[in-house]
């Protein structure tokens, strides 16, 4: 993730809200309760039309119901309230950047950065090897910029477009996307997911990223390996039409390998470090320039002329910036791709966001994340099974907080003494947050990042579940390892070294 820079707090100074008068029964409730209404309501009532606004009030039901047990168990009503705006604020950076991302979106469009993208990429990935293919870019741009929704927003966009162009499914798509990009967000020293989960557990930053070679690298080897052996077994029928495709983006656009400058700025920008708001502004506005300069009859269209003009390249550009906006081409195929909706196509998600994380702070505050954590931890008194309890409440944490941060920290301070009271060094711990906790935090629609990665690549979080491969691996792989006792590192290890 990449909104650390303009969070108003801090994660690792996160608070753990525990309440002596709650129990697990009663911390269970308000979950219990939100998923049979969300059950309910995406398999019997909405299905796929859940999100556009059924889900996000479902999610304030759940709330609801915890604020009600809260109640019963002497929280008052003011600490809830308190809870949920902090809640609400630490995800400031996230609607921030969701609104860039739907500018940048937009201006990349009608400039023809992203139909230049699609164009070459056409060209080049075939079939057959393109959701390896997927896999192997996204990783290395999220290792070069330490962001899995920078990757989202810049090549995660373009391969979507170009599988859609190749007749290939968008859920393997996006599924091929997102392992790459949760690979690099998890090793990448950039990334703040990966400095956090070290500094919760206790250890340091190169040592959690050595130690979390172990298990990532034969599952990202796995994931490419079965992308490898789908790619061989797709059917090449898109390819036939590639030629047609590729002569209606040039009738539409101003194709140039000049307008990769564009995102090669905003990565080299992301991987210098600059807050990640100020290289997506810079991207949208460089979009605006390219757009104005390689593709000033679409801008003029777009702002309701037939001439570019100062009035019509103004509406044109802040059209493209903040409402839908579509290029017509003579393929009906491509109709899809080359439409944006701006800013306003990402409300949608930032009201799920708003309401999700209403529900993790009534939760918070009434001290059931801390209840539920702790019942876990005393499941198991085995190795194994504090690893299991581990991974069970990262877990548990990015379905009820609906927060990758919090899938973090209270495991991170929960357990800290656990592994060390069992003789294990705290890298233990640190890889088995960010194997369970950073990369599952997309499989969940109402997560920060489900409801994100999903609004920017247009794909459900159900049709690209199963195919995100490495995200859902991960923490099979870190239960095999603990299992197995495979790397398992002591104290007595890490203090000799």
Known sequence: MDSQNIEPREPQDEHIVENKELNIWEALIPVVALIIMLFYNVFYAYGDDALSGSNQFILLMGAAVAAIVGAFNKVKFSQMVEEVSENVKSTTGAILILLFVGSLAGTWMISGVIPTMIYYGLQVLNPTIFLASCVIICAVISIATGSSWTTSATVGIALIGIAGALGISLGMTAGAILSGAYFGDKLSPLSDTTNLAPAMAGTDLFTHIRYMTFTTVPTIAITIIVFIIIGLGLDPKGAVDTEAILTSIEASFTISPWLFVVPLLVIVMIIKKTPPLIALLAGTLLGALAALIFQPNIVATIGGS??????????????????????????????????????????????????????????????????????????????????????????????????????????GKMYAKAYKDKGLAPENLSRTLEDSGTVTSVLVPWNTCGAYHSKVLGVGVGEFFFFAIFNWLSPFMTLLFAAFRIKIRMLTQAKSA
């Open 306 to 411: 037939d001439t570019l003009t100062f009035a019509s390249g103004y509406k044109g550009i802040m059209d493209a910036i903040t409402v839908d906006t579509a290029v017509a081409t003579e393929n009906e195929a491509l109709s899809d791709l080359f439409s944006a909706g701006g800013m306003y196509g990402m409300l949608g998600t930032i009201w799920l966001i708003i309401c999700a994380m209403v529900f993790g702070g009534v939760m918070d505050a009434i001290g059931a994340l801390a209840a539920i954590s702790k019942a876990l931890l005393k499941l198991f008194h085995t190795t194994f099974g504090l690893f299991a309890s581990t991974v069970a409440s990262c877990l548990a944490l990015n379905l009820t907080a609906s927060d990758q941060y919090l899938a973090i920290v209270v495991p």
